[in-house]
């Protein structure tokens, strides 16, 4: 397609690039378009998992495709969503992004430029790939390609040869046709002597990704299909095993073929034969898993097929289905061969006869905490079965608008599109319509952030800039005095819109709270307004973040590096900690009160500044 036309009868379009790409780094974009551009809005998601999960769609800029945390080595697949307001046609050409990647569709090419059509053009780097889509002068130099640059012919007095020519030119190299005779001799003598399987493709889950160690923690089976393979010399392992003095041995491993052709033609040209993939041998009714798989390059360093190692099957808990009815599939290939199903309850059991009792925690030093003025008092918050704290700050202790609970410097620099995620729970003493009652305070001036309610508006600064969310002012009583509310608020930079839920246990009367049989709470005030992206930034040596007093408690103070999704809302903050983990939190206090002296030199001593230990999950 040369080009992509907007008017006022078709407003909307999805864009879908051809190919699959890894992203190593993304410098800058570029549109190249005709007509009134500006009334067009281009949004982008993508997906790193072959489109099981995608991102939401946000806005299509350099600040926030610059700051997507894009995995260099897995897949990228990116889409565009152009909606277009004006009255007259507006043509899109080449959305482009300008970088380091690596096209996997055309063997792994290498390129700085990931367009939406094959014959992309790109002004930036002076790429002309449709000339007639080109919407300037050629560029110096005139390169005609993403991939090689054209020869300039203007000092060549000598004929040139057309394309044909070349073609038709004795090439000694050119074994093109013995590669596709090989590839095909492969494919048909598979299809006529090969093995029915059902090939089960297993893949990473990005939430037990671990960096440090650069391995998998977590695995998904994602899809499926019934294709042919070769099993080597024909010859399967026997149902027999070995008992020696350290263990019982089955079968090693045994060896499989695929061919590349019959494996694409299944799952795509971006999936690989990977380790924990499942083969099931449909005639002979037996399970296996790959222990490892590799392209095999034989003649004339050609890949024609997968070397494919399998050991017999054992189900692994670190692995799942990525949905119904992938887990539909492999537990009816496994059903009643695992522990769990044979001997579950005896099972259970031996692991609670052998688990560890609850050891108290050595306390540490305070590794947040500057200072503390307000008192820490005890109080369970219970919700069903769970206590979602222990203790709490008493903010009334202190002076209203002094200093509670200050904080180490944190982070004080947030970009244009880096998000914010905040939590607590509170409870009021006394409710007025004009005190103001202290969330959280970032904020000297017109720099840094603050959250903070008056009567039944919460107030969140960012900069030089106020945003007042309101509740329902049907209802002057919208908050209770002496009830713990849970408040979570989302600053959400790259969808230009800022969020507050106020949460309560499910229940009319707090004493009744630990009766529920649930501890899903209810969902009192969601309210959701615009706001302007802004670059964040606090003077860190004048500004430390603090607690303030007012007429209320508070614990569970939580800050976060990104949003906080909906549907994790109930899960965090039903959570007395947050564990360590968890790699969006920036902090979290949970109000600890154990005691820590700490003496680096008793002439030193200072009885007055002795810490009080955390327990806080950084």
């Known amino acids: 397609m040369s080009s992509y036309t907007l008017n006022s009868k078709n407003r909307e379009l999805i864009i879908k690039t051809p190919y699959i790409y890894k992203v190593f780094k993304i410098d800058d974009i570029e549109v190249l378009s005709k007509g009134d551009i500006n009334s067009t809005i281009i949004y982008y998601r993508f997906s790193q998992d072959y489109g099981r999960t995608t991102s939401d769609w946000i806005e299509f800029t350099t600040a926030n495709i610059k700051s997507e945390r894009i995995n260099p080595i897995r897949f990228f697949q990116i889409e565009y969503l152009v909606m277009y307001a004006g009255s007259s046609n507006v043509s899109i050409m080449d959305i482009n992004l300008i970088g380091d990647f690596q096209n996997v569709s055309l063997d792994s090419q290498k390129s700085n430029l990931y367009g939406v059509r094959e014959d992309c053009n790109c002004l930036i ?5 449709d000339s007639s889509t080109y919407p300037g002068d050629l560029p110096p130099g005139g390169q005609s390609s993403m991939l090689m640059g054209a020869y300039d012919t203007t000092s060549v007095n000598l004929p040139q040869l057309t394309s044909e020519q070349i073609a038709n030119l004795y090439n000694p190299y050119q074994q093109s046709q013995a590669l596709s005779l090989f590839n095909k001799l492969a494919n048909d003598s598979v299809q006529i ?10 893949d990473p889950d990005n939430n037990g990704t671990d960096y440090t160690f650069h391995e ?20 399967f392992p026997e149902n027999s095993g070995a008992l020696n003095n350290f263990d019982l041995t089955l079968f090693d491993t045994f060896e499989i073929n695929i061919t590349k052709d019959i494996f694409k033609a299944a799952f795509g040209v971006q999936r690989r034969p990977g380790i924990n993939d499942v083969v099931w041998f449909c005639n002979l009714n037996r399970i296996y898993t790959v222990e490892h798989a590799q392209a095999i390059r034989n003649f004339n360093n050609y890949s024609i097929y ?27 290939l496994t059903k009643n061969t695992t522990i769990e199903e044979l001997m579950g309850l005896e099972n259970m059991q031996d692991k609670k006869s052998v688990s560890n009792t609850e050891q108290f925690r050595t306390a540490m030093q305070d590794t947040l905490r500057l200072e503390i003025n307000a008192n820490i008092e005890k109080e369970n918050i219970e919700n069903a079965s769970l206590i979602v704290a222990k203790t709490h700050y008493d903010l009334s202790t202190v002076t209203p608008g002094s200093s509670a609970v200050t904080y180490r410097n944190m982070k004080f620099f947030f970009r244009q599109s880096d998000n914010i995620g905040f939590m607590c729970w509170f409870n009021i003493n006394n409710l007025t319509m004009n005190d103001a009652y202290e969330f959280f305070n970032y904020y000297d001036s017109s720099y840094g952030f603050r959250i903070f309610m008056i009567g039944n508006t919460i107030f969140m600064n960012i900069m030089n800039t106020t945003y007042t969310l309101q509740f329902d ?5 919208v908050l209770s005095e002496s009830t713990w509310y849970c408040l979570v608020v989302n600053v ?19 004493e009744d709270a630990a009766m529920l049989s649930s501890s899903k709470l209810r969902l009192l005030y969601k309210i959701s307004i615009p706001m302007t992206p802004t670059i964040i930034e606090v003077d860190n040596t004048v500004v430390s973040p603090q607690l303030l007093g007012s007429d209320m ?4 103070i939580r800050l976060f590096i990104d949003v906080i999704p909906e549907t994790d809302h109930n899960k965090l903050c039903n959570l007395q900690t947050v564990g360590s983990d968890y ?5 979290a206090d949970h109000a600890n009160r154990d005691v820590v002296t700490i003496f680096e030199d008793d002439s030193k001593t200072d009885f007055n500044k002795i810490r009080r230990g955390t327990g806080l999950d950084r």
Do not use: P, W
């Open 492 to 510: 959400n930079q790259r969808e230009s819109k800022l969020t507050a839920y106020v949460y309560k246990r499910n229940v009319d009367y707090e």
């Open 125 to 129: 780097l002076g790429i002309v790939g």
């Open 553 to 556: 408690k508070i614990t569970n």
């Open 583 to 587: 790699k969006y939190v920036i902090f």
């Open 193 to 202: 002597f090969g093995h029915d399987v059902v090939y089960i493709i297993t």
């Open 473 to 477: 002012t049907s209802n002057f009583n």
């Open 216 to 235: 998998y923690q977590l695995q998904n089976y994602v899809c499926d299909a019934e294709i042919k393979v070769s099993v080597d010399n024909n010859q």
């Open 306 to 332: 997968y070397k494919i190692m399998l050991k017999k099957f054992n189900q692994k808990a670190n692995i799942i289905g990525a949905n119904e009815d992938m887990q539909n599939v492999i537990d009816q």
